[in-house]
């Protein structure tokens, strides 16, 4: 058997277990057994050292409440596991990103939910691929997103156009519950659940505030679109550009330029009303308080 040969064989294996695997994962977690499906990992992992498998795992001991040992794990596998969520690269607590990283351009940009990072995303599979993704831009992207560590963006970036999207914290907030939380996004993104670990699906303003913590914990999507900014970016000065969301114009008239087209305006969808519903209490306005290096809050 040749090297090449031997290589797919093993790779293949590899795959059919973690496939087998996700498999009967997937079938416990509709049922809501999370304390099965952590038992299903256990065993899987004394048998394959698999990056992927334990990055599942840690994602359930999140969601158990064993934080250290999810941030251990989280820290350990994120470089080696072949499909990464961003916020297990930030719990990692690693200081390192996921960005779009074009290099024939040298641009890169760290997208933050709740920030139009849909929208530029958009811009950019336009200017790239010329064709309208109907925001699936994400597929059309993914070769290009890579973790990027902070200290490469002095170091083997310094010469790209380093630049990102930012909001102040009660308006994500504010963004993610009315135009997800409360559109069962927590339910379908949960195997159709009503509850995990206790915790409603389909909680009301004043759950979702009051129990801000734990939802953050249990739900991976409400970390994804509630981290702080500066859990995604390195310090201000390693930045060529932070723009507000009231200038996302001024980043459409940059891809314009960096890609020699023209681009369509989106139109934002930017509620304000509904802000005023939001009050965080002073355990949240402390989390968010170092995103002041980039925004004026």
């Known amino acids: 058997m040749t090297t090449n040969a031997k290589y797919r064989q093993i790779m293949d ?52 409440g064993h934080e250290l040992a999810a941030k251990s794990i989280f820290r350990n596998c994120y470089e080696r596991a072949a499909s990464i969520h961003i916020a297990d690269v930030i719990h990692a607590d690693c200081e390192a990103t996921v960005a779009f990283v074009d290099d024939s351009r040298k641009i890169l940009y760290v997208a933050i939910p709740k920030c139009a990072s849909t929208t530029v995303k958009n811009y950019l599979v336009r200017a790239i691929y010329s064709i309208d993704p109907h925001e699936e831009s994400h597929s059309y992207i993914n070769n290009m997103m890579r973790i ?90 390693s930045l060529d550009a932070v723009y507000s969301i009231s200038e996302i114009d001024e980043v459409r008239s940059l891809i314009e330029d960096m890609y020699h087209v023209k681009l369509e305006a989106a139109k934002l969808m930017v509620g304000a009303e509904a802000v005023k519903n939001v009050h965080f209490s002073s355990e949240m306005q402390s989390y968010y308080k170092q995103e002041s290096q980039y925004i004026d809050l």
């Open 13 to 64: 294996r590899k795959g059919y277990f973690f496939s087998n695997l996700y498999n009967d994962y997937d079938r416990v977690m509709r049922l809501g057994d999370i304390e099965r499906a952590q038992g299903l990992l256990e065993d899987y992992l004394k048998r394959h050292d698999d990056p992927n498998a334990w990055m599942i795992y840690g994602q359930i001991l999140l969601c158990l």
């Open 148 to 237: 990027v560590k902070f200290s490469e963006f002095d170091g083997k970036y310094s010469d790209y156009f380093r630049f990102t999207i930012v909001r102040p914290a009660i308006d994500r907030v504010t963004s993610y519950f009315y135009g997800n939380v409360s559109k069962d996004i927590l339910k379908n993104n949960t195997w159709e659940l009503n509850g995990l670990c206790g915790f409603t699906t389909n909680p009301s303003l004043d759950q979702f505030l009051e129990h801000f913590f734990s939802y953050r914990r249990v739900f991976i999507d409400v970390r994804h679109h509630t981290d702080p900014i500066n859990a995604y970016l390195p310090k201000r000065a």
